[in-house]
């Protein structure tokens, strides 16, 4: 089958600490900060609690539909009954109205008067649509087991499986996004009641991205945006969803720089990014484990409408595929290789193949600037080293230039020292020059002066 079977490339770096989302050179966001907001998105009032339950309960029930009765298909003579659903946003209950022009068909059996076993049932509404649903019933007046639907005029298929807690539905169907734009997208959804929280995700087929995401009854959402471009620059990311924009503090993985934290409440256009403290780190984590664990058990949940599927294959697909109320080639459709998926088959094989080529070669682009990017660091790196070592020298020859100065200076000062000694007066031997008349004379010598002084 072409049903995509992407593997999410969950946030890996976040299971290590994160430690390149903490720098000192950003705002640190306080515990307290982050623990509001943390509150701010679980809080939930009673009310709230009490819609989403019965919302959940609902749907697990009866998706989409508010008028629930059992109608007899026309194509059966015995009584046959199916049950049949009116969307809640349809006035007009069309089995009820003979002139609506709508049909209903059974290609399964029938006991005791209701439709029994595996089979399909087709319907034509009165604007001409048509749509089948593959299904198994119990017997009597229960409720069946969905495992697929289809609207062939809409170009929308819906696998579906449920038990007494969880819903899980895969759907493929052209989504308009703008007036001109209108890509094809696989959905997937998992209601569960028990934990009062609807996980889904989004992924346009050849894409760059899917989108997973957890809704809680206050309307909050975690948000976990998944890229397989490396050359995006925020490829991945993950954090709250509120009032339609991203909120709160998100870790977001850039293409360079690797792990980073943005604020939003800063702005919402431009966030600044800042330091988280790691409670907050670990609270994204535990989201980002329940988001992963959510799409696995989705994906364990459709396998038994996938098994359904074949067994009822290997009922009708036989040599002569064909009945009489509908066309060969809407009735028959699901016994291809590709079953319900045909008319889709070469978009979704064009579109796969096209993403595969431009992956490889982004993965190339990517490795070869990681080289250059290492290159650069290592680059960086000698020269700061080399900086280093040149402050290292210069310092070097400061502390020589300055020993020198400090031994010129000595030498200075010794001679400076010597030649203040030398011009200090000092003490010289009496000399008496003889005079008979008792006089005596002292002298004294000062550099080459001789000072005498008789008394």
Known sequence: MLISRYTLAFLPLLMSGCAAVGSGQFPAVSERDTQALIESISHTTAEQTQAFEADAAYRLENPDYAYIEWVQPENKSEPCKIRMGQKKDKDTIWWREPASQGTLY?????????????????????????????????????????????????????????????????????????????????????????????????????????????????????????????????????????????????????????????????????????????????????????????MRTHEVMLKPSYVAIDRYKKRICKDNVSVKWVDDDIYGRICLPDGELTPFADVISEKEAARKERLEDAAQQFSALQKQWAQERIAAQQAAAQAQAARSQAISQSLQQFNQSMQQFNQNATQFSQQFRNSMPMPQPTVNFGLDNGVQTNCIKAGNTVHCRSR
């Not at 993985?253 to 403290?277: C, F, K, M, Q, W």
Request: net charge negative.
């Open 106 to 294: 059974w290609d399964g059996d029938c006991r005791d008067g209701y439709a029994y076993g595996i089979g399909r049932n087709f319907v034509t509404m009165p604007d001409g649509s048509l749509r089948s649903t593959l299904v198994t019933y119990p017997g009597g007046n229960q409720p069946p087991q969905t495992h697929l639907d289809v609207n062939y005029t809409n170009d929308t298929i819906i696998w579906v499986s449920s038990d007494h807690e969880k819903q899980a539905l895969l759907a493929l169907s052209f989504q308009q996004r703008t007036p001109t734009i209108k890509p094809l997208v696989w959905s997937r959804y998992l209601m569960s009641s028990s934990e009062n929280i609807m996980y889904m995700s989004e992924e346009e087929v050849g894409g760059d991205s899917a989108l997973v995401s957890a809704r809680i009854p206050n309307e909050a959402w975690l948000v976990h945006r998944v890229g397989f471009n490396p050359m995006t620059p925020y490829s991945m990311g993950i954090g709250p969803f509120l009032e339609g924009k991203d909120a709160g503090y998100w870790i977001i993985r850039h293409a360079r720089e690797g792990y980073i934290a943005l604020d939003y409440n800063y702005s919402s256009t431009h966030p600044r990014r800042v330091t988280l403290p790691q409670s907050y780190i670990d609270y994204l984590v535990g989201w980002q484990d329940r988001l992963q664990g959510a």
